[in-house]
Nanobody, 130 residues
Framework: QLQAFGGGLVQAGGSLRLSCAAS????????VGWFRQAPGKEREFVAA?????????????YYEGSVQGRFTISGDDAKNTVFLQMNSLKAEDTAVYYC????????????????????WGQGTQVTVSS
């Protein structure tokens, strides 16, 4: 099971760190992405990371424009976990955040699309108060 956790309520300008981990099996995906869905809106891409040399560290990362410079995606090989560090949060970042894993070896815009992912976790709510 893929699990996303770390959401919560935070004031605008604050920070949260989301985690994505696989339980019960080795997290062997080639890439992990974060998506979010706000009420009444479509699910949208937030960020993704792909392995390099089989490791998360040193891998390629991709960001949606509105989070570039505020969010950082990273992976911890020892913990088999991918993180999304979210800084300078805004009210418009409020959404349910989902992590997803892909076994496709590709690059760039391939990971911006939800259909590129094979395995989804349950979401975690992020609420930013203004």
């Amino acid at each position: 099971q893929l699990q996303a956790f770390g959401g919560g309520l935070v004031q605008a300008g604050g920070s949260l760190r989301l985690s994505c981990a696989a339980s019960g099996r080795t997290f062997s995906a080639f890439a992990v992405g974060w998506f979010r869905q706000a009420p009444g809106k479509e699910r949208e891409f937030v960020a993704a990371i792909s392995r390099r040399g089989g490791r998360w560290s040193g891998g390629s990362s991709y960001y949606e424009g509105s989070v570039q410079g505020r969010f950082t995606i990273s992976g911890d090989d020892a913990k088999n976990t991918v993180f999304l560090q979210m800084n300078s949060l805004k009210a418009e970042d409020t959404a349910v955040y989902y992590c997803a894993a892909s076994w496709s070896r590709a690059s760039g815009t391939h990971y911006y699309t939800a259909s590129s992912y094979d395995w989804w976790g349950q979401g975690t709510q992020v609420t930013v108060s203004s």
